[in-house]
């Protein structure tokens, strides 16, 4: 019987596709917007490179040679770039020939040292209260994704392969607002996509498994008229027409020039990089890359000499490949974690050359999008413990990443429980001008 | 001559600096029955130095029989070595008829052989492999060769050590501090305990799943043993790895008022890299027929569980033992005492007046004796533990104060007036009951109401409100968190949820005011102490590390930490004695006004004996009245819960190695004036000279700051023969009037790489120069 070939699981997935406000359109289109105007948009679309676990800012961005061993461990002779006066990471030499092309701010804080406290404030711009806020993804969704008539193919807010769970979701806006998440792993071949591209499976099996699943929906056709379920089956058959439309080949991999996707790396974060490009490209307005392995506790620097060439080459290519192909202009590129990592080595045990987490001072890095490059914003101590210049706040970075996407900050947030609530309010006095 | 033992110590010193002292994560088991000797497997980092260990009190001794390298560094024909090894010692057991009948492949193989000795793997559960059983075997099997091994690699736990400890007859039953003594200095303390039950150890696999894995492991012929159930009384030493739960059988007759207690936090408090912070056993009885007939997972707010359990008939029953969320790794030991065992919970009162005669009540289970003598003796710490009668299980706390105090006498809520100052020895019985107390108070009187009840074991979680006589609520308090950033600086070390209440106000007017105290959990039967007076300036000290080595004439670093009650604020002075009653020297005795932490140094008498030694550190300070008052401190570590909270942990000794060679700086006379007084956004120049005139002369010598204050740079050093000539850079916003600096000494040089055959730069800490003053110039 292949009728006991369906799991649940298989159910279950098609479930949540369904409430992930997969509202599927038809056709290809570029993102509208529905919100508080501000300047004319200069960005369509976001690339958030989120690392996962909080990267050591002394080892990427803003290198400290001069504050010894105890600082910076073996990586200690930061490289020049191809802009005058700015130096970064050793490990980073392809990043280091665009540096025209991104901005750095050094002197990022909210002094949260707990993961999860942290990754809502980086990933939202507020400070933990009463309410539950939504992240950046889910409010560029709000104003650019179905609401303003969005016509992508996916969902207008994807994220690269794992959530991030409650912190990279929708708050106070509702299920509707959360990010798709692919699962999977674009290194991999075929690139699994969680409801999309499934391993081992043909399409003429998937099919048959649709019509399995009509036939044992016993509670909606009891309940045929309930609206939730109306809903649901509608989402149901948006998913399937993403399943086989066009949205297959656009997780297709196997279509991108084998030379440039060796450039990008064939590594989960190169071939993400590689996807979130393709996404833009077609329109999507907010990406996310979920890049994880940076909380470095233990043996920080055996880690850093794997994971720093990976992402190199990849953010690198990422950044030259939108640019030849005029991307860049209208796609910003954030790169940053949760918060940096302890500039004192812990070279004791339990942590043997670990760095531990650090809000306080911590670098991030902006590009494209209309964000100017080449400029370094802000300025931490001899050490990188403790912001020296010009401290910029999560709020500062998310708001002037809105304005480049003309949603004004300080415009009105639509709710569904009507409250009276800004998009990003407090935060004009700490716009990243500088760039803008 | 002196000069060249400079120049010599200088050289010397490298070795020691260039290497770890070792650390010492776990040891298991983690105690021994009085009058037997035990095989115990330490794990660790930077063991391979190890030439001894110390253990604290008498009547315990240990020798190190061998150390053992991580396993996951050997190779494939190391790995092959071991496992015929294990094969072989299997078929001996079996004996070759049963061999014969096993299939070709599952035989054992050759044993490989090395050309060097050295390349030799060994592995401390190698250790008298021929004495091990069927069970044993298998065990150890599945643990080194099975691909689903889920333990983790954890490098400051990877080496091992095996170690033989014998406690005499006679030892103190107890905790005792057990110390790695190695070529570059020792380790910080783990916890050993001397018992007076007979004790097991584990043996794997003691769970169903993992014994039909072991199966495995087996002929298909035969099958394992089934162990005899334990009797009873017994203390069982175990170890969780990851999934791991174990399982001990045991019979028992109905009636019989079991208890169980398990010491696993208790031995290992905080694991910086694991959440929680600490092996979290949770254990649960069952019946003969599966049934879970009992369960538990803490002793009231403490996290290791203490479960008493009436048995309901006669018959076999299953005890278990895991960790909540199913974690495990080497360090999760634990010890599991069970039986029909007394059992000490709480005392009443909580304390007593220094130099009273006094006694407390004591409730526990199985107890035989309802009262206990409390030593009341002044001048020692104020918070003593209670020493129950030999054999008793579970530990007390009680205070001692110089007020005067009263006992509650009702149980239930009392309302009783009281004459300040006052100490109230008090309990909450019931749920949502209130105690209040009312007195006299003037107009601008500073009153401090403070309850000491989790800090002395009891489970209140205390409130306190301060009323006027119309009832109008004037000051609350809550949790009082002894903390500075993330480092809690409560007394025990151990309470994560500092609970007592402490209250300060100015009262508005003359009049009648109450004192209430509730539980905010509103659960009762748990005792305190509220302190009702003016403010008594006071503070208590501790210092860390509790790990100093360093030659005659060396120098090393201490910091003392400050907790400072009711409005104390000022300057604190260090001092410090050897063991033998001999001078340690600090070189910046005075703890600054208002300083909550102070890093100094201490320098060594050129002649102090070598060896281990204790290090005694007390602090004096002057109060408001002009009353000396000196305190002890207390030696407590520095350690990490989950990657985050650090806690003062406070330990028996703080322990000095003076060493038989290490840095020892020359003298150094400081040329500008002292105390060296910086300015905020200027550069201060400062000429060290030393008693050598090539003292600074050695090529790669470095002066770093360490630990500098908030604002003060470095920004340039000329070592040149005698002098150094450095330049400190204070920042805009430097404002400090008190501290000083600390200057660390390295030697940078290179050094070949013998498998690259390239040369690589390295640094080397050799020590530190003695703390220089700083702050405003008299």
């Known amino acids: 019987m292949k009728q006991s070939r369906v799991s649940r699981r298989d159910a279950l997935k098609l479930g949540l596709t369904a409430t992930a406000g997969l509202s599927l359109p038809k056709l290809f289109a570029q993102p509208a917007f529905a919100g508080p105007k501000t300047t004319p948009a200069k960005a369509k679309s976001v690339i958030q490179i989120w690392m996962w676990g909080g990267p050591a800012h002394l080892d990427t961005?803003?290198?400290?040679?001069?504050?010894?061993?105890?600082?910076?461990?073996?990586?200690?002779k930061p490289i020049a770039t191809n802009v005058d006066g700015i130096q970064i990471g050793q490990l980073l030499p392809k990043l280091a020939k665009h540096a025209d092309k991104y901005s750095i701010i050094r002197s990022m804080t909210h002094g949260v040292q707990a993961h999860e406290t942290a990754s809502y404030i980086t990933q939202t711009g507020h400070a933990p209260g009463r309410l539950v806020y939504p992240c950046a993804g889910a409010v560029v969704s709000k104003f650019f994704g179905v609401d303003a008539g969005y016509k992508g193919i996916v969902p207008p807010y994807i994220v690269l392969n794992q959530p991030q769970g409650r912190f990279s979701e929708a708050g106070l806006l509702g299920e509707k607002y959360k990010p798709f998440a692919t699962g999977g792993d674009p290194a991999k071949k075929p690139f699994v996509v969680e409801g999309i591209v499934a391993k081992g499976i043909s399409d003429k099996r998937q099919l048959s498994r649709r019509g399995l699943l009509g036939a044992l929906d016993l509670f909606g056709k009891s309940n045929p008229d309930h609206p939730l379920l109306k809903q649901h089956d509608g989402s149901v058959a948006e998913a399937y027409e993403m399943i086989f439309g066009p949205a297959k080949e656009l997780f297709d991999l196997e279509k991108e020039d084998a030379k440039l996707r060796e450039r990008y790396g064939m590594n989960t974060f190169g071939q993400n990089c590689l996807m979130a490009r393709r996404l833009v490209e077609k329109g999507v307005p907010y990406v996310t890359i979920n890049y994880k392995g940076w909380d470095t506790h233990k043996g920080h620097f055996g880690i850093m000499n794997q994971k720093l060439p990976e992402m190199d080459a990849a953010m690198a290519t990422l950044l030259e490949d939108l640019k030849s192909r005029g991307l860049l202009e209208n796609t910003i590129v954030w790169w940053g974690g949760e918060f940096g990592r302890g500039p004192k080595v812990q070279w004791k045990a339990p942590w043997n050359g670990g760095r531990s987490h650090f809000g306080h001072c911590f670098s991030s890095v902006l590009a494209g999008g209309g964000f100017k490059g080449g400029t370094v914003i802000g300025e931490s101590d001899a050490t990188g413990s403790e912001v020296k210049d010009r401290p910029v706040h999560p709020k500062h970075v998310i708001a002037s990443i809105y304005t480049q996407m003309g949603i004004d900050p300080e415009g009105r947030l639509p709710n569904p429980r009507n409250l009276d609530l800004k998009v990003m309010p407090d935060a004009q006095d700490g716009l990243l001008k500088e760039i803008m | 001559m002196r000069q060249f033992y400079f120049i010599l110590m200088m050289l010397l010193a490298g070795s020691h600096a260039f290497c770890q002292a070792p650390h010492g994560g776990y040891i298991f088991p983690a105690g021994i029955q009085r009058g037997q000797t035990c095989l115990a497997v330490l794990g660790g980092q930077a063991l391979r130095g190890v030439t001894g260990l110390h253990i604290s009190g008498k009547g315990v001794s240990a020798r190190v029989i061998k150390i053992y390298r991580p396993y996951r560094n050997f190779n494939a024909v190391q790995r092959s070595y071991l496992?015929?090894?294990?094969?072989?010692a299997r078929d001996k057991i079996l004996g070759p008829e049963n061999v014969a009948k096993m299939p070709e492949k599952a035989r054992a193989g050759e044993i490989p052989t090395f050309e060097e000795e050295k390349e030799r793997p060994h592995l401390a559960a190698f250790y008298q492999l021929g004495t091990k059983n069927l069970r044993e075997l298998g065990h150890i099997g599945l643990t080194i060769f099975?691909?689903?091994?889920?333990?983790?690699?954890?490098?400051?736990?990877?080496?091992?050590?095996?170690?033989?400890?014998?406690?005499?007859?006679?030892?103190?039953?107890?905790?005792?501090?057990?110390?790695?003594?190695g070529k570059w200095g020792f380790s910080k303390p783990i916890q050993f305990q001397v018992g007076l039950l007979r004790e097991v150890n584990e043996t794997e696999p003691n769970t169903r799943a993992a014994q039909e894995q072991h199966a495995r492991f087996l002929p298909p012929q035969l099958k394992l043993e089934k162990e005899a159930p334990l009797a009873l009384p017994v203390l069982i030493n175990g170890q969780i790895l990851p999934g791991d739960m174990d399982r001990f059988r045991f019979t028992a007759k109905a009636g019989q008022n079991l208890v169980i207690q398990v010491q696993a936090r208790a031995l290992i408090p905080y694991l910086a890299d694991a959440v929680p912070g600490w092996f979290q056993a949770v254990v649960t009885v069952f019946d003969s027929k599966g049934k879970e007939v009992a369960f538990c997972d803490d002793n009231r707010f403490r996290p290791d569980p203490l479960l008493q359990f009436k048995v309901p008939e006669d018959g076999e029953y299953e005890v278990e033992i895991r960790d909540s969320i199913y974690r495990g790794r080497e360090?999760?030991?634990?010890?599991?005492?069970i039986g029909e065992l007394p059992v000490l919970t709480d005392i009443f009162p909580l304390g007593a007046r220094a130099g009273s005669e006094a006694s407390v009540q004591l409730r526990g289970h199985n107890l035989t004796t309802t009262k206990a003598a409390l030593n009341t003796a002044p001048g020692l710490q104020s918070r003593r533990t209670l020493t129950a009668a030999n054999g008793i299980l579970g530990t007390c706390f009680y205070d001692v104060d110089t007020l005067p105090e009263i006992t509650e006498a009702a149980v239930g809520p009392a309302k009783e007036t009281v004459t300040l100052p006052l100490i109230i020895n008090g309990r909450i019985s019931h749920p949502n009951e209130m105690d209040a107390f009312f007195f006299e108070g003037k107009a601008g009187q500073q009153i401090v109401a403070e309850v000491k009840a989790r800090v002395l074991g009891s489970p209140l979680d205390s409130i306190l409100r301060l009323r006027d006589s119309s009832g109008k609520r004037i000051a609350f308090a809550d949790d009082h968190m002894e903390k500075v950033g993330h480092l809690h600086k409560e007394e025990t070390g151990l309470n994560t949820h500092q609970a007592d209440s402490y209250l300060t106000a100015s009262l508005p007017e003359d009049g009648r005011y109450s004192i209430e105290i509730a539980d905010a959990q509103n659960q009762g039967n748990a005792a305190y102490r509220l302190r009702i007076s003016p403010p008594q300036p006071r503070f208590k000290l501790f210092v860390s590390p509790t790990n100093i080595t360093a030659a005659p004439g060396g120098v090393a670093i201490i910091t003392a930490h400050v907790q400072r009650k009711d409005g104390f604020a000022g300057a604190v002075k260090l001092s410090a004695k050897l063991g033998s009653g001999k001078d340690v020297l600090i070189s910046c005795p005075a703890i600054p006004a208002g300083w909550d932490e102070f890093t100094t140094t201490i320098r060594l008498p050129r002649d102090a004996t070598r060896g281990m030694t204790t290090l005694q550190v007390q602090g004096t300070a002057t109060g408001q009245d002009g009353q000396v008052v000196t305190a002890a401190a207390i030696p407590a570590e520095d350690r990490m819960q989950a990657f985050l909270w650090r806690h003062l942990l406070p330990t028996e000794t703080l322990m000095l190695h003076v060493a038989k060679r290490g840095f020892v700086p020359p003298p150094i006379k400081v040329k500008q004036k002292l105390p060296l007084a910086l300015k905020a956004g200027e550069a201060f120049d400062l000429t060290l000279e030393a008693s050598h005139k090539r003292a600074f002369a050695q090529e790669g010598l470095n002066l770093a700051l360490h630990h500098p204050p908030e604002g003060v740079t470095l920004a340039a050093s000329k070592l040149d023969g005698k002098f150094a000539q450095l330049q400190i850079q204070c920042s805009e916003d430097f404002s400090l009037t008190a501290g000083n600096l600390i200057f660390k000494v390295t030697r940078t040089f290179k050094r070949k790489i013998k498998q690259t055959g390239k040369e690589k730069l390295f640094t080397q800490q050799l020590g530190y120069l003695p703390a220089i003053p700083i702050g405003q110039q008299q």
């Open chain 2, 331 to 337: 360090d999760f030991v634990y010890r599991m005492t």
């Open chain 1, 61 to 76: 961005f803003d290198p400290k040679p001069a504050a010894g061993r105890d600082f910076c461990g073996p990586l200690d």
């Open chain 2, 146 to 181: 099975a691909d689903r091994s889920r333990l983790q690699p954890n490098r400051q736990i990877a080496e091992t050590m095996l170690v033989e400890i014998t406690a005499a007859a006679d030892a103190e039953p107890g905790p005792r501090e057990l110390r790695l003594l």
């Open chain 2, 83 to 88: 496992k015929q090894t294990l094969l072989n």
